[in-house]
């Protein structure tokens, strides 16, 4: 008991001690304080204020330390901004965090900037406490060490083709100019750190990444250049060349899907032009490509390969619109083969005979054919919609068909079919369509028919009425009926025509020359010189014509007078 109440006393007087010793530092701050205040030291006042303010180990002059550390706040606050930068700048030094050192370097800047404005004793303390510390040294360390470390990063990802430190070695032109030296040098080494690193980034981007990703890529870098104002000409001119050489491959493999990849990336770059730029020459090759490949599917619809030239069409399409040309591709190869149409619309029918024609619409199609014994019509409207309609030929074998327009009393579609006759050269028949029939207007044997003039007929021979001359046949109430004979001529020889002037005759001759809308028949001592607006043919030929008079010719070195008949009809014996 008697050595713990020995250690308690002990214990009790040392910190008695210690307390008086307390008591007299604070009292020995104080007044230190005091004087360092007096004499406007003061970074020593705040300093030693903020120390007699910590003793609690007696009060002694406490109003008249918080009131002089309230006039020494401005101190207290400078001293608070260098520890905070102070610590700040350390700990991302160490880290080469070089975004949050920039943000220091600001703050700092800033600050000396503004106490620099302040009176001449706080200006000075400013300066003091920097010194202490020495912010601005340890910033420029720093931004030296980053600048070192980056140029060593970007080499090391150039070199194994590792390109992860991307946001890192983003920000080498945040640099501070003095690391460079001068504005000038800092351009310079800039533009030569991004294009040697961007050069082999872009160059590993193009063997690992598709066309698409890799605009997609490119442009975001591009974009993050130009948030920055970095100007870097390079960078699309690389994107140029890898683009360009993606499309020459695709476009010498001369395949559908090589050209829809084609279409697909040249559209992509087109998408991409208000950075790549306009002018470039990437975009006048895809036009030059493009235009290359609808100049290929014109002649390939020129050379009747219908089906390659729509395919390639329609490849086409993709980049632009080519209904027109697949139209005009597709109207040309039913006007070569009219069956196609009709292919399309009775797909299980064969055709012997087949005709077509344009519409009279734009982009519509008609075709008719010969299936068995029936004839089929088909059109086609602009909209791709089809109409069928079709006839019995009962047993007609027909030689020949042909779209007819002219023969129609209404201005309606028209065929004329030619059969075989057993009394004449030929079986005429004469369809229109109205509505969904086919009407025949006209069934007829003889050796010809012609129109006349608009809705009358001239038929040569026809069996019945007509028989052995010519006959008028005029489209009455839906169809052609006969109406009076042609012959309006007289059956002559050729040797009684002196008895026939100013009369229309018919006869028969050997032309032996012809020319342009004339021939000549010799004629005793003479010729009779055929002219009107027929035509001519050589060898025996029946003539129908008026003797008008007598004209001189030169025939060889005689000048001669000639009988000259102006002709009406010329027909074979």
């Known amino acids: 008991m008697r050595q713990i109440a020995i250690v308690i006393c002990s214990i009790a007087i040392l910190l008695t001690g210690y307390k008086l010793y307390l008591v007299a530092d604070k009292i020995h701050q104080y007044n230190q304080a005091a004087a360092y205040l ?50 700040g700048v350390n700990e991302n030094a160490t880290k080469n965090n070089l975004q949050p050192l920039l943000d220091l370097k600001k703050r700092y800047e800033q600050a000396k900037e503004d106490y620099a404005k302040q009176e001449a004793n706080i ?40 390109f992860d430190q991307d946001s ?68 699309t001119l690389l ?25 697909e990336y040249a559209k992509l770059s087109e998408a991409n032009q208000q950075w790549i730029g306009a002018k470039s020459k990437l975009y006048s090759y895809i036009t030059k490509q493009i235009n290359a490949k609808f100049k290929e599917a014109g002649k ?35 006007k070569h083969d009219p069956s196609r149409l009709l292919a399309k619309a009775l797909p299980d029918k064969f055709f012997s005979l087949a005709v077509g024609q344009q519409g009279n619409l734009s982009g519509s199609f008609e075709a008719a054919g010969i299936n068995g014994d029936t004839l089929n019509y088909v059109r086609m409207s602009p909209d791709q919609k089809m109409e069928i309609t079709e006839a019995k030929l009962n047993g007609l074998q027909v030689q020949d068909i042909a779209f007819a327009y002219e023969y129609s009393g209404q ?22 369509l109205e509505g969904e029939q086919l009407n025949p207007i006209l069934n007829i044997e003889a050796d010809r028919i012609r129109l006349n003039r608009k809705g009358v007929i001239l038929v040569d021979n026809a069996v019945g009425e007509g028989a052995n001359e010519g006959a008028y046949y005029e489209y009455l109430n839906g169809s052609y009926v006969f109406t009076k004979l042609a012959n309006d001529f007289v059956n002559i020889m050729l040797d009684d025509i002196d008895s026939y002037f100013d009369v229309k005759v018919r006869f028969q001759a050997e032309v032996v020359a012809v020319g342009e809308n004339e ?18 043919k050589t060898g025996p030929q029946t003539i129908i014509g008026t003797w008008v008079g007598m004209e001189d010719m030169l025939i060889g070195n005689d000048l001669i007078k000639v009988y000259t008949v102006e002709v009406d009809e010329s027909s074979d014996n």
Request: glycine share 2%; aromatic share 10%; hydrophobic share 40%.
């Open 519 to 536: 021939a000549f028949i010799p004629f005793w001592n003479t010729y009779v010189h055929l002219k009107g607006n027929t035509e001519f």
């Open 239 to 263: 994107v140029e060349q890898h683009l360009q050489s993606q499309l020459e491959v695709l476009i010498d493999k001369d395949e559908p899907a090589a050209l829809t990849s084609f279409i």
């Open 411 to 432: 201005a309606l579609p028209t065929l004329l079919l030619q059969g075989d006759s057993q009394q004449r050269k030929h079986r005429f028949i004469l369809l229109e």
């Open 300 to 334: 390939l619809v020129q050379a009747k390969e219908f089906a390659d030239a729509i395919a390639l069409y329609n490849v086409l399409a993709d980049y632009k619109d080519v209904k027109e040309q697949i139209e005009a591709a597709e109207m040309a190869w039913m």
């Open 38 to 87: 007096e004499n406007n030291d003061l970074l020593a006042a705040e300093e030693s204020f903020t120390r007699t303010s910590q003793n609690h180990s007696i009060r002694y002059k406490e109003d008249e330390t918080l009131a002089s550390l309230n006039k020494l706040l401005p101190v207290t606050q400078m001293k608070e901004l260098f520890s905070s930068l102070d610590a």
């Open 123 to 162: 200006a000075q303390l400013f300066q003091t406490i920097d010194r202490r510390y020495a912010i601005d040294q340890t910033l420029h360390d720093a931004f030296i060490r980053i600048h070192k470390d980056m140029l060593q990063v970007a080499d090391s990802s150039i070199h194994n083709g590792n």
């Open 168 to 235: 890192y070695l983003a920000e080498f032109h945040l640099l501070p100019t003095e690391v460079f030296g001068d504005e000038k040098k800092k351009n310079t080494d800039v533009q030569a750190f991004l294009k040697k690193y961007d050069t082999a980034k872009l160059n590993y981007w193009a063997t690992k990444k598709s066309v698409p990703d890799y605009l997609i890529a490119t442009a975001a870098l591009w974009n993050s250049y130009q948030k920055e104002q970095l100007k870097v000409g390079w960078l």
